[in-house]
């Protein structure tokens, strides 16, 4: 008769311990946070929030914010963003459960500009000035340096007249989006193979990464040469190179990844001619299940007319134009080889 008295004393004592150990580690959390607090604001519910430096243990949770607003990103992008600049990433946390509220970022990818990404606050948290207080860290970190960002319509106003932002860039980002299946009769539209060419699968340690990277700055015009291997090394990521057999010269190089809505994105796609990006482009989505299953996201500049026509035989459709805003001037692209930009945040390419 002693015994349920007996579980029910020795479940009590594991659930004490339980709460003992989930009491440390919040109050470890705490002591942590409060050294690494840079600012603090109050909801008009007074819930009490903080902002600081994001952490890798975040990734998750903020892609859930830039989810619940409907965007997407690679599922490992950012970490590859914040391995380059990690003093570039910021968060607001509520101080009621821990649980993040808003974010941004800005990456230095080269000395002089920083890139804008993932501004986000949370639904219920909007307009109570939350992303003003993330957004004010991050011009710390960024200072008098050059910076942009892609803006939504919705945006444009706001990023070039309050943050002054005010030079745009004549070349626009136009955002496809392709729902659901690919066809084999649809992607048979594509160029299949070019005589002479060769596409081969690129690892971070084959040498022909080296010409990847070599590449990349011709076309970026500046230097990406640490964040291309972290790319192209993402665990979800799909790398194909086009080498001419003859000459072993690199052609152009194409990267899918899945991401956060689970769909593709495609990106970068930098080659030396159209039919070459179009070539990479059929073979990305023919070799990565989920893009011929449940589709894709691509985004190329709309200078680019013949890859908006391959986007269209794919039966993708336009979500964006994006304009992209600079604070002192627009950086130099070799343009008419890029057919797909990188990411939509963090990048100016």
């Not at 909007?126 to 992303?131: A, F, L, R, S, T």
Request: hydrophobic share 40%; glycine share 6%.
């Amino acid at each position: 008769m002693t015994t349920p008295n007996n579980e029910n004393d020795t479940n009590n004592s594991n659930i004490d311990k339980v709460v003992v150990k989930i009491e440390q580690k919040t109050e470890s959390v705490k002591k942590v946070d409060a050294n690494a607090i840079l600012s603090t604001g109050t909801l008009p519910d007074g819930t009490k929030y903080h902002v600081r430096l994001m952490r890798l243990d975040d990734v998750d949770e903020v892609l859930q914010v830039w989810k619940s607003i409907g965007l997407y990103e690679g599922t490992n992008t950012i970490q590859s963003f914040h391995a380059i600049d990690p003093e570039g990433f910021y968060v607001a946390v509520s101080e009621k459960d821990g649980s993040i509220i808003g974010e941004v970022g800005a990456v230095f990818i080269e000395p002089t500009t920083a890139f804008i990404g993932l501004y986000a606050v949370r639904p219920d948290c909007q307009k109570m000035g939350v992303g003003y207080a993330v957004w004010k860290q991050m011009m710390k970190h960024v200072g008098e340096a050059n910076v942009g960002l892609y803006a939504l319509d919705t945006q444009y106003d706001m990023y070039r007249n309050k943050a002054k932002l005010e030079i745009e860039d004549p070349v626009k980002i136009v955002e496809f989006k392709k729902i659901g299946e690919t066809s084999p009769e649809t992607l048979a539209n594509l160029t299949q193979s070019i005589n002479n060419v060769e596409l081969v699968q690129v690892g971070v340690n084959d040498e022909i990464i080296n010409q990847i990277i070599s590449y990349d700055q011709t076309v970026a015009r500046h230097d990406r040469s640490k964040l291309i291997p972290l790319i192209i090394g993402e665990p979800d990521a799909l790398c194909l190179a086009a080498i001419d057999q003859t000459s072993k010269k690199l052609l152009g190089y194409g990267v899918i990844h899945t991401s956060i809505l689970d769909k593709a994105m495609v990106g970068p796609i930098f080659a030396r001619s159209s039919n070459i990006a179009e070539l990479l482009l059929y073979h990305l989505i023919d070799r990565f299940p989920m893009a011929k299953s449940s589709g894709f996201f691509l985004m190329t500049c709309d200078c680019n007319k013949d890859f908006m026509e391959t986007a269209t035989k794919l039966n993708c459709t336009k979500e964006h134009i994006l304009p992209r805003l600079f604070r002192s001037s627009c950086p130099q692209i070799e343009w008419s080889q890029v057919y797909c930009i990188t990411s939509p945040n963090y990048t100016v390419v």
